[in-house]
């Protein structure tokens, strides 16, 4: 995958509920570079809604993880802000990203392919 990925890599904030986003660097932020994906560097790891709202990322990456259960972190990213984001939206299974382990590959493959 390191032989193969993008040179240039897009603007990207990886979403889950609450804003919770993936830090940089971390083995997150490496798997999004596989893609061709560079994670914006969040302070504390949470993306604000106006963030998303004054400068939103090239890319939403968000995590569909237990998406149809009621949170309060899931109804975050069902704000309209988030949803009418000016940003290209890709959605993942955010149960790989739990734990960043080799689940991640076919999402990262399934990223590149959206992304091209």
């Known amino acids: ?10 603007d990207a904030i990886w979403i ?3 804003g919770q986003t993936i830090a940089v660097p971390s083995v997150g932020a490496d798997w999004m570079r596989l893609a061709g994906l560079k994670q914006r560097p969040l302070q504390g790891d949470r993306v604000s ?10 890319v939403l990456v968000q995590s569909r993880y237990r998406s149809g ?5 899931a109804a975050w990213l069902s704000h309209p802000i988030v949803r009418n984001a ?3 939206r890709v959605e993942v299974d955010g149960r ?3 734990c960043m382990g080799p689940l991640v590959i076919p999402e990262i493959e399934r990223l590149r392919s959206l992304i091209r």
């Open 69 to 73: 259960q009621f949170s309060r972190g």
């Open 49 to 58: 809604l106006e963030t998303i709202l004054v400068r939103p990322p090239a």
């Open 96 to 98: 790989g990203w739990t």
């Open 86 to 88: 000016k940003s290209r």
């Open 1 to 10: 995958m390191r032989s193969t990925a993008r040179s240039r890599q897009m």
């Open 16 to 18: 889950g509920g609450a």
